[in-house]
Structures are given as structure tokens and as C-alpha cells.
């Protein structure tokens, strides 16, 4: 995560939809509710920031009109299928002509005789074709996955962002996985930022979390992997599709997945591959293949679904398992409780997982790029000296996390706080003259990469905490000594005064943490809100208190 512009992160984003639906279709859309009011909760819900606005029309007439004159407002335009006169193939056609970039989805209640039409006419210009499902889980699926689709090649190839591909031709299939699947990658992305150190972090974190591709046939999914394929963490594919976009399903492939997966496994034979498929005799032949399986007909679905996903493509805590027993032996929730894993996990783990390349999916799965590359690049195999390779394991964790924590105002957290923290703050209040300037000092120290830019040498600034005054505020109030400020009392009787009162509790337990994490003399310093400067000295004006 260093030296790369997060910022450049999913640019492009999806603002404003046109929504063309009849009242009847709108009503069934909203359910007794305001589609954009669900859309933002469910943002919420799932930590996600700005939720689109919508516009409603509601024929493909009136949408036209709109078009002509406010065309480029919309980022998407999601039509229902029985919307007016002018049908919906044609409306598509004349609507690319007028924002012939922004992309057009079908969305229909799922009909044998209305998907036997649909399979027939010319969908050359619409982008995409869901099955609406009575769930706004969709709707938000829709979005990321056009957003992922409008990012991709900028963020995959230039900044390392990982992949994930559903190969399905099915609409009532993808329609139903891709929410779960959205709804599995948001959790894994706010797991992944509990341990970020501050609010950049986090928000760096979350714009790094993997993209979801759906490929519809033989070729789309071909071409996805040909250019991402550096940058997977998996893929889940059905047995049998269409070769070429636009082909009949009448000409479906029964094998086309099994010979996907063939090639994919021959070129990178340790990528997670699942296949599904209605037909419980596939399971042998993916378990010939050495991929997993899960049957699309099984009522527990989504259940098989979402436990191979975290289990293969590295979501959620690293667990390790005992190979005879398949119980836990140890979990790792981030990178400092991974480091002490790595070291004391067995040979045979530590060579099963870098062997198969798990530890930098895990890494990759948490938005950790260069720390993810620099797992990957190390080759491990039988003759492999693994008591070198963990301590070069060990020592790239904790340089990692050394860096990580390098130009940062850490929040302190009593659960999280660990050796690779050097700066943090306590409390949403100032920090203070002499704190803001080692704050600056260790933002010099990244910005100028002086940590490591010596041999043997590392430069830092002292492990600090800062107390911010919310918690001297705080102290004044619940002691009562408000009196104190405007009082006459001298410095001594002031002193007596605070020494015989008593420190909020959660600051009390948050120094325990700390000192339990400082192993060196400790400088107890106050300080004023503003810093010395040259016309308003105020140096020695307050007490430091050394503990050995």
C-alpha cells in the first residue's frame, strides 16, 4: 500500500439512475416503500457511501424525451420489460445513439413465455439482462458490478486491485449469486478494514476490495481471464454455456466450463476454481479436475456458496486447521496476530499455505498489494529450506508493518494497539503544540521513505501517545473542578487539587494497554494546544515525568 495513489481507486462512479417502470412495476420495485430510501439504507448497512439517485419515468417514450435533453445526467438506465409502446430493444437502440456510453440493463420479474422473447430479439445494445428477484440486493449488485466494469482496467492492471469471475449464462442464476457474492466481498472489505490505523487507511482499504467480472459465454470469460488473470483470486463457473455472446442457448456446450477450467488449471494450476452444475455427476469429474463443486440445485446453495468462497478465496481470519482432525489449531484477525501465527504455525502448514499461494490471497483479499506481491514472489517446494523462509516471512510482516504505521496518527484502540503503532491519539480533541510537532516530524520520516534509507539503520520518532484535551475537558467536569480555572489558587494547591481526583476509566484501562506495549524509559510530558514559536516561547513551563 505505499508509494501507490489510492485516491485513483473507483474514479468512475455510478451517481444517477433513470429508472423507466410502469406504476404497477414501480410499486412491486418498492414494496409499500421509496426504492431509493431501501438503496440507501442497504448502502448503510453495508458501509457504503453516496447510494445513487433515481429518476422514475414511465414509459420508453417519455425516457427518450428525457434523454434528448438531460442525457448526459445518467450514469445507468434500468428499463422494465413491458414500459410503452416503443418496446425495449428498440428504445435501447435509439437511446445508444443519444449517450451511446452509458449502459443499459433489462430488468424483468423471471417468465418462461417473457425470457423465451427476450432470448430472441437483438440485445446488441443492452448491456445486461437481470431477473428481478423482489430484492434491492439487486439493484445494488447491478451498480457495483457496472462500477467494477467501469474501473477495472485502470485499477487491476495499473494499481493491483484482485479479481474474482462468474462464468454463468443463466440470468436467473447470475441474478441470484451476484448479490451474494457483493454481499461476501462488502463483509471482506469491512473485516479488512477493522486494523487499518486511521481514516485514510480505511478509506484506502475500502476502495481496494476485489472486483466481481461476469462473463455470459465461452469467449467473454476467455478474454477476462487472458487480461486479469495475473490478478484473480478465483472463479466460479457452470458446467455448460454458450461459446459466443449472443448465441442461442439451444446451442449451449455442455463442457465448456470443464474445458474453461482445463486450460485456466494448466496455466495456474493453485487459482480456486468452483463449478456448479444441476447434474450431481459433475461432482466426480470436478473432483478429477481437483476444483471444487456445488450443486445448483441444492436447497443449502448459497450456504455451499459463501463457505467455499471464504474458505478457498481467502476471506475472513486466516484459520489454520490440524490435517488429520480438520480442527482449529490457531486464527489470525490481522497482520500483527498473523506475524506471531507465522512464527510458531508447523512446517507442514507454513509449506501447504505458501505453496499454494493462500497467504498472498489473503493478503490480496485485504486490499494488501505489496505485501501480497511479496509473498507471492517467494517459491516454495519440497527441497525448500523452510526455517529460511519463515524468517524471511517474519521479517517481511513486520517491516510491512513497520511502514505501515510510518506518517500516521494512529486512533487508539485498546483491542488493536500493537508494536508497529508508533504515533496514536486518545480522544477526538487537540492534540496539542508539542504533539502536532513529532506528529509532523513522522510525517517527514514517510514522506521522505528515511526509515529504511540507510543499512541497519531505522529512524523513528519516539512511540508517542496523545492524551487530546476531550479528556482533560472531561477530567475537569467529572471531578468538578471547574472552579479551579478562575480560582487564585497557586500552582501547589492546583496540583493537590488534580492528584486527589480521579481519571476517566476507559483513559485509565487505554494507558494499561500501553504501557503493557512500552518497553523502554517513558517521558510523561504536558503540554498547551499551541507549539513554541520564536515571538511566544513556552518552553519549561511544564513538568516532564520520566519512568524508568
Request: hydrophobic content about 40%; overall charge negative.
Amino acid at each position: 500500500m505505499f508509494g501507490q495513489d489510492y485516491t485513483r481507486l473507483m474514479t468512475r462512479k455510478i451517481r444517477s439512475i433513470l429508472l423507466i417502470c410502469n406504476n404497477y412495476d414501480s410499486f412491486s420495485l418498492e414494496e409499500d416503500g421509496h426504492i431509493e430510501g431501501q438503496i440507501s439504507q442497504d448502502y448503510a448497512e453495508l458501509n457504503l457511501s453516496n447510494p445513487p439517485s433515481i429518476d422514475r419515468v414511465e414509459s420508453t417514450m417519455e425516457a427518450l424525451e428525457l434523454l434528448k435533453h438531460q442525457g448526459d445526467r445518467y450514469d445507468l438506465i434500468i428499463t422494465m420489460f413491458n414500459v410503452g409502446k416503443l418496446d425495449v430493444f428498440e428504445f435501447a437502440r435509439l437511446a445508444k445513439v443519444i449517450v451511446p456510453h452509458t449502459p443499459i440493463v433489462l430488468l424483468s420479474s423471471y417468465s418462461k413465455v417473457i425470457y423465451n422473447h427476450i432470448a430472441k430479439q437483438d440485445k446488441t445494445d443492452i448491456d445486461y439482462v437481470f431477473s428481478w428477484n423482489n430484492s434491492t440486493d439487486l439493484i445494488i449488485a447491478i451498480i457495483k458490478l457496472l462500477e467494477d466494469k467501469m474501473n477495472a482496467e485502470h485499477d487491476v492492471l495499473e494499481m493491483g486491485v484482485r479479481t474474482i469471475m462468474l462464468v454463468e449464462d443463466s440470468v436467473r442464476y447470475y441474478s441470484a449469486y451476484l448479490p451474494i457474492l457483493y454481499k461476501l466481498v462488502l463483509r471482506q472489505n469491512n473485516e479488512a478494514v477493522r486494523d487499518a490505523l486511521n481514516d485514510e487507511q480505511q478509506f484506502m482499504r475500502k476502495r481496494a476490495r476485489p472486483k466481481i467480472m461476469l462473463a455470459t459465454c465461452y469467449d467473454e470469460a476467455v478474454e477476462l481471464y487472458q487480461k486479469y488473470k495475473s490478478n484473480m483470486l478465483g472463479i466460479i463457473s457452470d458446467v455448460g454455456f454458450i461459446i459466443h455472446k449472443g448465441d442461442a442457448r439451444a446451442t449451449e456446450v455442455i463442457d465448456a466450463g470443464i474445458n474453461l477450467c482445463r486450460m485456466i488449471k494448466a496455466e495456474n494450476p493453485t487459482l480456486p476454481y468452483l463449478l456448479q452444475s444441476s447434474q450431481e455427476s459433475m461432482r466426480s469429474v470436478a473432483e478429477d479436475l481437483g476444483v471444487g463443486f456445488v450443486r445448483k440445485t441444492s436447497k443449502t446453495l448459497i450456504h455451499e456458496l459463501s463457505k467455499y468462497i471464504s474458505r478457498e478465496f481467502a476471506f475472513g481470519d486466516f484459520i489454520v486447521t490440524d490435517p488429520l482432525t480438520g480442527q482449529e489449531t490457531a486464527r489470525a484477525r490481522n497482520l500483527y496476530e498473523f506475524e506471531k501465527l507465522i512464527s510458531t504455525m508447523s512446517d507442514e502448514s507454513l509449506r501447504y499455505f505458501a505453496g499454494k499461494n493462500y497467504i498472498s490471497r489473503w493478503l490480496y483479499s485485504r486490499g494488501l498489494f505489496s505485501i501480497g506481491d511479496s509473498f507471492r514472489n517467494v517459491s516454495v517446494n519440497d527441497d525448500s529450506d523452510l526455517s529460511e523462509i519463515r524468517k524471511l516471512n517474519l521479517r517481511m510482516l513486520h517491516d510491512y508493518r513497520m511502514r505501515q504505521g510510518l506518517g500516521v496518527v494512529a486512533r487508539f484502540d485498546p483491542a488493536t494497539y500493537n508494536d508497529a503503532i508508533w504515533f496514536s491519539r486518545l480522544g477526538d480533541g487537540s492534540l496539542g503544540g508539542k504533539a502536532r510537532g513529532l506528529a509532523f516530524l513522522n510525517h517527514i520520516l514517510a514522506k521522505y521513505d528515511l526509515y529504511g534509507k540507510w543499512e541497519d539503520v531505522r529512524v523513528l520518532v519516539p512511540r508517542t501517545l496523545v492524551i487530546t484535551t476531550e479528556y482533560f475537558d472531561r477530567f475537569i467536569l467529572e471531578n468538578g473542578l471547574q472552579y479551579v480555572i478562575n480560582s487564585d489558587l497557586g500552582d501547589t494547591e492546583i496540583l493537590s487539587e488534580f492528584v486527589a481526583s480521579t481519571l476517566p476509566a476507559e483513559l485509565t484501562d487505554a494507558l494499561r494497554v500501553f504501557i503493557r506495549n512500552v518497553r523502554r524509559p517513558l517521558a510523561v510530558r504536558s503540554s498547551s494546544i499551541l507549539e513554541d514559536s520564536y515571538y511566544q516561547p513556552f518552553a519549561g513551563v511544564y513538568s516532564t515525568y520520566m519512568i524508568p
